[in-house]
């Protein structure tokens, strides 16, 4: 058990493990009732109005003259106070944020019930019900920031980087919330994790979100966290989807990008190269409002949905890049234009001739006149090399001189072929009052992404040649929450939700298939699924794409939250479970990689370049390295399991106490069908006379302890995680 206690200012605060994950995205609003003379006032009626969608919810304060209604979807409310004796005061316009808490005090003047006093919430509106550190980004920026949509859908991530505890320190996996470990931030879409199971890729994760039109608001948190937050490092990002409300509103766009509007590089317009394709459509529409069927059915007040839908086009083509490929005379072994940049002939050696010498130095002969005789051909290259050139002679096409530097070295230019890039994402959401202390909501998400050759094939090799893998990505998202009150003191929230997301990438070879009859690496897992793949080093491009590869990334959250205003007390306590899968079958080299170098036909021992070529030790059959890849499946699941009380405690009028106490634990994982296995040094080997130091294999039920391959107790979910955190906010 860890307990962490810090002193800060007067009041007691337990420091985060630097784990934050969002419990739930709905807020509350807080206050206290006085009469003029600043008296508190008991017994009166608060009423917190949804102004989209007329829905309310009515509260008293309690003998101090505080309220508390919490548990409420993001929105515009009015607050209207009444006290019989007193003229009615309301709040109006009040923003209730993602999984925030507002104050809004009221003033009751003596007076008749039908004079009303109205005051606007920008002027009331102070955070000081918590000490967490948050920032928001609202319906207003989300719909009218404008951003650059360069080769990619549009983004949320894109809009949180305008936070300021947020930044990416470069590439996908850079994210990184309130200085904490990037690709270790939480997200939460209507209160269950938006995140994938194992690598918090940017693109990945911003799959599981809606569109930007469907996005209400969103807010970074990254300190002051109360205890119903944990399972994340740094910050978290609470997403909430969009709601209709009795008006209908819409929305369409059009975002454009087109290589006809460009200008081109500087030195494909010298060298009379065409501009690279780059068209681009992001595009889409949404549509909102009260579930009306005329003569059937008036959802106004009641039923409510919410429907968006965003396109994306992108064709870009290659963007004239060079690579290295052999020359014609390469093929029959002829390396006299193998040269260095100062035209000198750099040497091919025969590795079949190396001897070790009386001083133990190590040499090989060159071969005469850097030609490599056919009949030292290795048969399985020959074979390998037939097969690739059924799809056409690799050749240069520079147009650079032979017996230079630039004839044998970034001597091919990648001109043709382009990537398409559909994208289809769309989302409903649907509200619905069953009564005044019921309301339930769903939400359905679906994703289909790819990246694709275009036409005339992939902006790579050439036919057989390329080095390239496609993409296709889809995740299907559910929410569900249900909303109860039992009486004006008790609410309940429950939600649950998943994210069941997949990645799969094949090359263009596999579509082909049956290549066991045209060439079979010895000894592979399967040689009739994709063609062998092989690559060189000095620059030469790689031949062949890597087998078919992927993963699933699946969350499932079950989620509740009480709570329970008792004086000046809100209680607030819940638990949530979540199982997180990820399944990866990664056989990139199921049919075999193969690389090759020039230290194979080099000066031995002298890895610095002093002779040779990779394409000569390919065709003499020496490798430098290769890999094998068994067809697999591997398929684990993590459960996680927390629970939580917390106590917003209103000491005085200045002071508030955040005291909370959470438990979690995160369950080591187990994989599909008990196939895993480890060693550890410190399990007695039977076999070995008992001695330390033995294999694990993973025991189906009842010997579950086993399961997880856990080498210690250690690391056993005994040892689990308590911490307590009290927090204040004093105001004046």
């Given at each position: 058990m860890r307990v962490r206690f810090s002193f800060a200012a007067m009041v007691l605060c337990a420091a985060l493990s630097g784990s934050v994950f969002g419990q739930s995205e709905r807020g509350t609003i807080s206050g206290t009732v006085h009469d003029s003379s600043g008296a508190v006032i008991p017994a009166a009626r608060v009423t917190a109005t949804n102004i989209g969608t007329n829905s309310a919810i009515n509260v008293a304060s309690n003998e101090t003259g505080d309220y508390t209604i919490p548990s409420l979807p993001v929105g515009l409310y009015n607050v209207l106070v009444e006290k019989e004796g007193f003229r009615p005061a309301q709040i109006t316009g009040l923003t209730l944020n993602a999984a925030a808490n507002v104050r809004a005090d009221v003033t009751l003047h003596v007076g008749t019930e039908k004079q009303l006093v109205e005051v606007q919430a920008t002027v009331v509106q102070l955070h000081t019900e918590d000490a967490k550190t948050s920032a928001t980004v609202t319906n207003r920026m989300v719909d009218q920031l404008p951003l650059v949509v360069g080769g990619a859908l549009r983004s949320p991530f894109d809009l949180a980087a305008l936070t300021p505890e947020s930044k990416n320190v470069g590439g996908d996996t850079g994210f990184l919330l309130g200085g904490g470990q990037a690709a270790a931030y939480g997200?939460?879409?209507?209160?269950?994790?938006?995140?994938?199971?194992?690598?918090?890729?940017?693109?990945?994760?911003?799959?599981n979100a809606p569109s930007l039109e469907a996005v209400t608001e969103f807010t970074v948190d990254t300190n002051g966290f109360k205890a119903e937050f944990g399972h994340a490092g740094g910050g978290v990002m609470t997403f909430v989807s969009k709601s209709g409300t009795n008006d209908f509103h819409g929305s369409a766009y059009e975002f454009l990008r087109n290589d006809g509007f460009d200008a081109n590089y500087f030195f494909s317009n010298k060298k009379g190269i065409p501009r690279p394709i780059y068209k681009q459509n992001d595009f889409g529409a949404s549509l909102g409002g009260p579930v009306w069927i005329p003569k059937v059915y008036d959802g106004r007040n009641k039923t409510f949905f919410f429907f968006a839908y965003e396109g994306f086009r992108n064709r870009q083509g290659a963007t004239a890049f060079t690579t290295t490929v052999p020359t014609p005379e390469m093929y029959n072994g002829d390396f006299s234009n193998w040269v260095d940049k100062n035209g000198k002939q750099i040497p091919i050696y025969d590795p079949t001739t190396q001897v070790?010498?009386?001083?133990?130095?190590?040499t090989r002969k060159p071969f005469p006149n850097n030609q490599i005789p056919k009949a030292l051909f290795d048969p399985l290259a020959v074979k390998a090399l037939g097969v690739f050139q059924a799809s056409g002679v690799l050749t240069p096409n520079t147009g650079a001189a032979p017996g230079t530097v630039g004839y044998v070295t970034n001597n091919y230019v990648v001109t043709k072929g382009s990537n398409v890039s559909p994208i289809n994402k769309w989302s409903i959401k649907g509200d619905h009052s069953v009564s005044e202390k019921d309301r339930i909501s769903g939400y359905y998400g679906y994703d289909r992404e790819a990246i694709v050759p275009g036409p005339d094939g992939p902006a790579a090799l050439p036919g057989l040649y390329a080095n390239y893998n496609d993409l296709h990505q889809n995740t299907d998202v559910l929410r569900f929450s249900w909303d109860h009150i039992f009486s004006p003191t008790k609410f309940n929230h429950f939600y649950a939700g998943g994210n069941n997301w997949r990645q799969n990438h094949n090359p263009p070879q596999e579509y082909i298939g049956n290549w066991k009859d045209k060439f079979c690496l010895p000894n592979v897992p399967d040689c009739n699924q994709n063609l062998v793949n092989l690559t060189f080093s000095n620059g030469y491009g790689g031949w062949g794409g890597n087998a078919n590869n992927g993963s699933e990334n699946t969350i499932y959250g079950y989620n509740d939250d009480f709570s329970w205003i008792r004086g000046a007390h809100t209680f607030k306590f819940g638990g949530m479970f979540q199982l997180t899968h990820y399944n990866g079958f990664g056989r990139q080299c199921v049919s075999g990689c193969v690389s090759f170098s020039f230290t194979e036909t080099g000066v031995p021992g002298n890895t610095s370049f002093a002779?040779?070529?990779?394409?000569?030790?390919?065709?003499?059959?020496?490798?430098?390295?290769?890999?094998?890849?068994?067809?697999?499946?591997?398929?684990?699941?993590?459960?996680?399991?927390?629970?939580?009380?917390?106590?917003?405690?209103?000491?005085?009028?200045?002071?508030?106490?955040?005291?909370?106490?959470?438990?979690?634990?995160?369950?080591?994982?187990?994989?599909l069908d008990d196939r895993w296995a480890d060693f550890s040094p410190t399990r007695p080997n039977p076999n070995a006379g008992?001695?330390?130091?033995?294999?694990?294999?993973?025991?189906?039920?009842?010997?579950?302890?086993?399961?997880a391959i856990w080498p210690t107790p250690t690391t056993r979910p005994s040892d689990r995680d308590l911490a307590s955190r009290i927090r204040g906010t004093a105001r004046r």
């Open positions: 997200t939460t879409l209507d209160g269950i994790s938006a995140n994938t199971s194992r690598a918090l890729q940017v693109s990945w994760v911003s799959s070790t010498n009386a001083d133990g130095t190590v002779g040779g070529n990779p394409f000569a030790s390919f065709l003499l059959g020496w490798a430098d390295n290769g890999q094998l890849d068994t067809i697999r499946f591997i398929g684990q699941q993590w459960p996680y399991f927390a629970g939580y009380f917390q106590d917003d405690w209103r000491v005085s009028s200045k002071l508030i106490l955040n005291i909370g106490l959470r438990w979690e634990t995160q369950i080591p994982p187990t994989g008992n001695i330390p130091g033995a294999v694990i294999f993973a025991a189906p039920e009842p010997d579950a302890r086993d399961r």
